[in-house]
C-alpha cells in the first residue's frame, strides 16, 4: 500500500511539473483507462497461474506537437508523455505489479486511430521465493522491465474537453532473465478511457518540411562499434548471476530520413553459459557434454533502425556462426532503444532474445563513424 501511495505521488508530480512546464507550441492532456483481459498461454508451464481476468488502471500524461520540430512532422504529429499502470493479476501467488513509463503516441487514419508504445519499469508485489512463494515461476525477481502496445479509437472534445478512447492493450513484464525463474507474463485485453484536454481548443498544424526530400536523403555508409554488457542467469533456478559482454561491429547505410539498414556480427562473452555448461556436464552425464565446450559465440545480424528525434528504435535478426554449445537455438533477435548524445556517440539499452524467451538486458555505449 505504501509503494501504491509513493508511485502515485511520484507520477502526480511528475504530471503537475509538465503541466506547468506548457508553452505556446504545445498542449497538453491526461487520459485514465480501465482494462481487463487475459494472461496468454505462451507458455504451458503457466497453465497453473491463470485463475481469473486480470484488470487495471492506466493513468497517462500526454504533451501534443504540433510541427515545431521536423521530426514531429515526420512522424504525423506524435504526442510523448508519462504513464502509470496497476494491474491485479487476479492470482495471490503472481502479486500485482505497479509500473512506470516513458511513451510515444502515433496517429493514423486523420488522427483518430492511436498507436502508444511505451517502455518502463515495473514493481511486483510477490516474486518467486523459494521458501515462501515458489509456486510464482513467471516473475524471478521484484523488479522488472515492462513494455506496453495500445491501439485506440479516440475522439477528443466531445463535451467541453473531455474525450473518449477504447480499443486493446498489450502488457509485457520481464526481467530479462537476469535473475531465474523468468516465464513471464503478456496480458492481452480491452480497455476504455476518458480524456481531458488542458487546452480549450488544439493549435494549428505546421507543414514547412519537403517529404520529397526527405525520401531522397542518402548519407554515405556509418560503421558502428558498441560494447554492451549486463547481468544475467540461466534457468535453473538458484545458479549464479553472473556479468556478460558482447563486442559489436556493424556498418549502417541511410535510406532516408527516418530510416537506415544494419549488418554486422556480434561476439558474446557469456559467463552465465560458462557456468552453465559446467553444471550439464557435470550433472547430465546422458546429454554427452564434456563440460569444457567453448561458452563464447559469435553471430552476424542484419537489422534496421528508425530515427525519430534523438532517439531511435533498433530491431535485428542473428545467426551464430560460432556456436560450439547448443543453447537456445542459432537465431536470437535483438529489440531496443538508441539515444545518440551527438552525430556519433549513442547509448543504447536492448532485450535480447531466442524467440520469445529472453537472454539478456544489454546496456551498451557506443560510436558511429
Request: proline content about 2%; some cysteine.
Amino acid at each position: 500500500m505504501v509503494l501504491k501511495r509513493f508511485l502515485l505521488t511520484c507520477f502526480l508530480v511528475v504530471c503537475c511539473v509538465f503541466c506547468y512546464a506548457q508553452d505556446k507550441t504545445n498542449t497538453s492532456y491526461f487520459d485514465v483507462n480501465y482494462f481487463k483481459g487475459h494472461i496468454a498461454e505462451h507458455n504451458k508451464t503457466l497453465l497453473h497461474l491463470i485463475k481469473d481476468r486480470p484488470e487495471g488502471v492506466i493513468l497517462s500524461w500526454n504533451k501534443q506537437t504540433y510541427g515545431n520540430k521536423d521530426w514531429e512532422q515526420r512522424f504525423n504529429y506524435p504526442d510523448y508523455g508519462a504513464s502509470f499502470v496497476y494491474q491485479d493479476l487476479k492470482n495471490d501467488v503472481l502479486g500485482n505489479n505497479y509500473a512506470v513509463y516513458g511513451h510515444y503516441n502515433f496517429y493514423f487514419f486523420k488522427r483518430n486511430v492511436l498507436l502508444r508504445i511505451a517502455q518502463g519499469v515495473a514493481y511486483n508485489t510477490n516474486p518467486y521465493d523459494r521458501v515462501t512463494n515458489s509456486k510464482n515461476i513467471a516473475f524471478g525477481s521484484s523488479i522488472l522491465s515492462s513494455t506496453y502496445l495500445m491501439l485506440n479509437y479516440k475522439k477528443e472534445y466531445i463535451i467541453d474537453r473531455f474525450g473518449l478512447q477504447a480499443g486493446l492493450f498489450l502488457v509485457h513484464y520481464s526481467n530479462g532473465s537476469i535473475k531465474a525463474p523468468n516465464t513471464s507474463t503478456n496480458t492481452i485485453a480491452f480497455n476504455v478511457g476518458l480524456t481531458y484536454s488542458l487546452e480549450s481548443k488544439p493549435l494549428n498544424y505546421i507543414k514547412t518540411i519537403n517529404r520529397e526530400a526527405d525520401k531522397a536523403y542518402k548519407e554515405r555508409i556509418k560503421y558502428n562499434l558498441i560494447f554492451r554488457t549486463g547481468i544475467n542467469q540461466s534457468d535453473v533456478i538458484g545458479s549464479s548471476q553472473f556479468p556478460f559482454y558482447v563486442a559489436s561491429m556493424y556498418a549502417d547505410k541511410r535510406i532516408n530520413k527516418v530510416s537506415a539498414l544494419q549488418f554486422g556480427t556480434d561476439v558474446f562473452f557469456s559467463n552465465f553459459l560458462k557456468a552453465h555448461i559446467a553444471f550439464k556436464g557435470a550433472s547430465f552425464p546422458e546429454e554427452d557434454i564434456s563440460g569444457d565446450e567453448d561458452y563464447r559465440r559469435v553471430g552476424v545480424f542484419a537489422g534496421h533502425e528508425l530515427f525519430i528525434n534523438k532517439l531511435s528504435v533498433i530491431s535485428q535478426v542473428g545467426y551464430y556462426v560460432y556456436y560450439p554449445f547448443d543453447f537456445e537455438g542459432r537465431v536470437y533477435l535483438r529489440a531496443g532503444l538508441k539515444y545518440y548524445f551527438t552525430n556519433r556517440f549513442f547509448t543504447n539499452i536492448a532485450i535480447k532474445s531466442h524467440g520469445a524467451k529472453a537472454e539478456a538486458i544489454e546496456f551498451g555505449i557506443g560510436v558511429r563513424l
